[in-house]
């Protein structure tokens, strides 16, 4: 199970920090990822960290977003700066096994707007 938490509204320029909480999987094992997914347009990757800790970003947050994890809390966090209303929408954190097995959380809303 995934579990988001940290979404909300926030103005342009601001901050905030996601984290998606992970139970019954092997934590460690896992690439984990932030999805996004705005009214209208297809679920795209914005983040992902492999198990040893490689990060990939999409171009458009490159710079702004960073995503890590801690194996010790079984938790991904995906830190955001500098938010444009382009961000808005419903965040979700993804665990792959990378062998057929992913799981999906339940999406948080990241709005920004002034």
């Known amino acids: 199970q995934l579990v988001e938490s940290g979404g909300g509204l926030v103005q342009p320029g601001g901050s905030l920090t996601l984290s998606c909480s992970a139970s019954?999987?092997?934590?460690?094992?896992?690439?984990m990822g932030w999805y996004r997914q705005a009214p209208g347009k297809q679920r795209e990757l914005v983040a992902s960290i492999t198990r040893g800790g490689s990060t990939n970003y999409e171009d458009s947050v490159k710079g702004r977003f960073t995503i890590s994890r801690d194996n010790a809390k079984n938790t991904v966090y995906l830190q955001m700066n500098s938010l444009k209303p382009e961000d808005t929408a419903v965040y979700y954190c993804?665990?792959?096994?990378?062998?057929?097995?992913?799981?999906w959380g339940q999406g948080t809303q990241v709005t920004v707007s002034s």
């Open positions: 019954g999987i092997i934590f460690s094992a896992y690439a």
């Open positions: 993804n665990a792959d096994s990378l062998r057929g097995i992913t799981y």
